[in-house]
């Protein structure tokens, strides 16, 4: 009964625009086909934009699953000769699939010696308490002053579809009837839900998703003056930290000063993180650490970074970290440990004069290439048990098996594809950013043993997962532009099954 | 309507014993007497045991003053020639006061150059949740195998009680009609509601509580085999570190590793009130601690101390403090920083990646002579501001203005006349212990500028303030027999107005 909203405003490869078949596509071609197809590429996604795809909401479910059928009808109008939609999350036949569906398209080269590029997005959206913050309603699309209001239109569908019209754009420039790489796109449907179903589905489908480099759209630029790749995102891993001393609290007067306090040594544990430079001081955390190379600083070094508008923006006072590094180097490129909580004995109001039966802790850390999760989390337990006076014994539970960390090889021909696909989109020299956190990027490099190179035209400013998220419509159409440029680039520097991360 | 309570079965000095009057009394004639008199002593002490005098319940108010109306009137049996009871808290003429009353009597010596001599105790008892868990209701007192049952047998209505008993021995077997000294007694209604109205009457009484030395009855032995004498109490005093960083919890993503982190702080902090020899290392904390005497030290090293046993009694596995004392010297002459509690950030279930915006932690200190609880404060608070990294601020909130700590001179002539007089109870040498905590004493010594003197016969195994409270009656004998020879001890070795801690 959702068959009249997926008809698709912008549908087929245009059959008015090829010129010169095969041919590497002109800058000038294809930001004129981008341009012309404005109103239709901003009409689709306000469509899309509509479908309330909240994953992390179970009554949304429908809505969800809609948000799949219309990317899927769409890509199916696109040209994609393979478009499917993916249950997760062990659905069976006939029944409702527990997870949220994800998209899968395949559009092949016509050469088959050309490599296989594969797309990641999203299309589930976040939450959008509180509603009452926002101007106006979060699945009603506004396009106002150049930008289109909506939850989602930056995280991530905008950022999803600015490859349909990037692809028509290459295809009408170039005038080939198929991409110049193999093109599959896997859009998920529950990254915003911490993706508990992505890595089986990754897993299940390994073979249809093989590829040589996996292009990610979900994460931002510097700023729409300063156009910038994201190269790395850390890893994470967390756990919480029991320390265990007497059987019950003691009074203070009896026995204080004279049996081990467990908050006192979770205490010594906690200071014990850091060193004076602000560096881990757990034996062996830097052991697999990579320097990050000069080169990536200095391209660190020339971004336009404020640091007191960054601090503003904290709400803290002072910049603080490992010594040696900028504030963006401490949020990128380097790993940390941080206590996100504590607790232990008498919390309540007044004093009570007790010497605490148990202090706990919970601490992540956060992670850089070639930091494992599971040896960190080694390195962890020997340090924790190694801190511990007589008298007392502590757990180290972990969350998880933690999210290992991810980086593009800045000096890399996949990379430098992609810079180039942008710098002819934006007309100047595209910077390197990182980002401090991390979804399921590292996981599907693993899973499929291929690069990541990241794509993307979002900003801090579109404040996803904020109330009135909006997009830039102006950038949309620098990725689509940028994404019309990139599978030739990729093409001219790859080849299959090999060695897309080398230089 | 409860005067019928209050008839004495023990009344009067008794007429038939006196002997040689104004003569030292002998060890023999004081044991014979207070043997004598063991079944109305106890008689009178059951009775004032079934007074539930609970002063922490206001539903208690008459009880706590029926309580103090059978002291007045044993006292006044007793022979003392001025009993009253003194209300507390503010109470006007015809209106009920809010504090629970206090009793206080003077049998003036017949030399007008004879030392004063003051006895504190107290009439109010402990709650006696969880009344289930008695063997009996806890105010039927009960005598078994040599012990009373109730609550208050112990602490503190048999230590008050025994000195009634011991000055009719004195004056029986003397044959004076007054003692020795000039007997004052304060027996306060609220000690075990922490004395919240005691330094006003201590303030507003002062002239008439002057002494040479204050004798407290509201301690313990170390044992019945090995009697002891309280030479010491710590003092305390506590507060709450607030330290506070960021506006609001951070996304440690985005923000870990780059600004300063409350907990980290405040885990350094606390790490930081310690040495690795397992002293408080914050900056003048020892200047003003008396270090304990060589003579003290090898009569602590004289109690029979079962480590292993006092480690099951805590629950502990290891015992663990400053290097270079004993676990006694620990709980006992030296001063201690304690965590009493902590709290930051994420304290639920699952992780949370923050920085968290704040940090807190409830830290006490114990205190040995001759420190301040005021310029430990300070102490502290300048300790806590220099151990602030840029960004964070922090506030320190004591309690209030703390509790000093007491200790009487073991070489003092009042120490070596009580240590004398219970040597001659109990036949054996007296030791000396301390206690790790401590309730109004030293305000007593403070406010009526006398040393203090500890005289008592409790003891661990009387369960004071838990289910089954119970006391030795032989031991409260000894405690009569050691009251009764105290006061010619006393009166030969101190001059009024005087030396009384001098040696
Ligand atoms: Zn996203
Ligand atoms: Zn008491």
């Given at each position: ?18 010129t ?9 071609d ?37 948000s799949?059928?219309?990317l ?38 016509a ?34 002053d ?193 206590v ?34 599971a ?39 996949a ?69 019309a ?19």
């Amino acid at each position: 009964m959702e068959a009249a909203r997926c008809t698709q405003t912008s549908a087929g490869p245009p059959p008015d625009e090829p010129t010169r078949r095969g041919a590497i596509p002109l800058t000038e071609d294809v930001r004129a086909y981008i341009e012309r197809h404005r109103g239709e590429f901003v009409a689709g996604l306000k469509e899309w934009l509509a479908v309330p795809s909240i994953s992390a909401d179970p009554a949304r479910a429908d809505d969800v699953r809609r948000s799949a059928e219309w990317l899927a009808a769409h890509l199916t109008a696109t040209g994609f000769p393979t478009v499917e939609i993916w249950p997760t999350g062990g659905a069976s036949p006939g029944a409702q699939a527990s997870g949220a569906p994800a998209v899968f398209a395949e559009w092949p080269a016509a050469d088959p010696d050309a490599p296989t590029v594969l797309v990641y997005g999203h299309h589930d959206v976040q939450p959008v308490d509180p509603v009452e913050l926002w101007d106006g309603d979060p699945f009603t699309p506004v396009e106002r002053d150049g930008r289109i209001r909506a939850r989602g239109a930056s995280d991530d569908k905008g950022q999803v579809l600015f490859h349909t019209l990037g692809l028509r754009a290459n295809l009408a420039a170039s005038g080939a009837a198929a991409p110049p790489v193999t093109l599959r796109l896997l859009v998920e449907g529950e990254e915003e839900s911490g993706s508990p179903n992505f890595g089986a589905l990754l897993r299940t489908h390994r073979d249809r998703l093989a590829c040589d480099v996996v292009v990610i759209s979900d994460t931002t630029m510097w700023s729409a003056d300063t156009p910038s790749m994201c190269v790395g995102m850390r890893g994470l891993t967390d756990c919480q930290i029991d320390v265990h001393g007497p059987e019950a609290d003691l009074h203070s007067g009896s026995f204080g000063g004279a049996v081990p306090n467990p908050a006192h040594a979770l205490a010594a544990l906690l200071a014990g993180l850091h060193d004076s430079d602000g560096r881990v001081a757990v034996p062996g955390f830097y052991d697999d650490v990579v320097e990050v190379s000069s080169a990536e600083r200095a391209l660190i070094a020339k971004l336009p970074f404020d640091e007191a508008a960054w601090l503003r923006t904290a709400g803290s006072t002072a910049a603080a970290g490992e010594a040696g590094y900028s504030t963006l180097e401490r949020v990128w490129v380097r790993p940390t440990a941080e206590v996100n909580g504590m607790w232990s004995g008498h919390t309540g109001a007044g004093p009570k004069t007790i010497v605490p039966r148990s202090a706990h802790a919970k601490v992540s850390f956060r992670l850089v290439p070639d930091q494992e999760p599971a040896r960190v989390q080694a390195l962890v337990r020997e340090y924790v048990a190694g801190a511990l006076p007589p008298g007392l014994r502590a757990t180290v539970t972990f969350a998880g098996p933690g999210v290992r960390p991810c980086a593009s090889d800045i000096g890399s021909a996949a990379v430098r594809a992609a810079r180039d696909a942008m710098r002819r989109a934006f007309g100047t020299e595209v910077l390197f950013t990182r980002e401090g956190g991390s979804g399921p990027e590292a996981e599907i490099a693993d899973v499929l043993g291929a690069p990541l190179v990241f794509l993307a035209v979002g900003l801090d400013e579109d404040r996803i997962h904020a109330p009135n998220e909006s997009v830039d419509v102006a950038l949309l159409l620098k990725g689509a532009e940028s994404a019309a440029h990139l599978w030739n680039e990729l093409a001219a520097v790859l080849r299959p099954g090999g060695a897309a991360g080398s230089p």
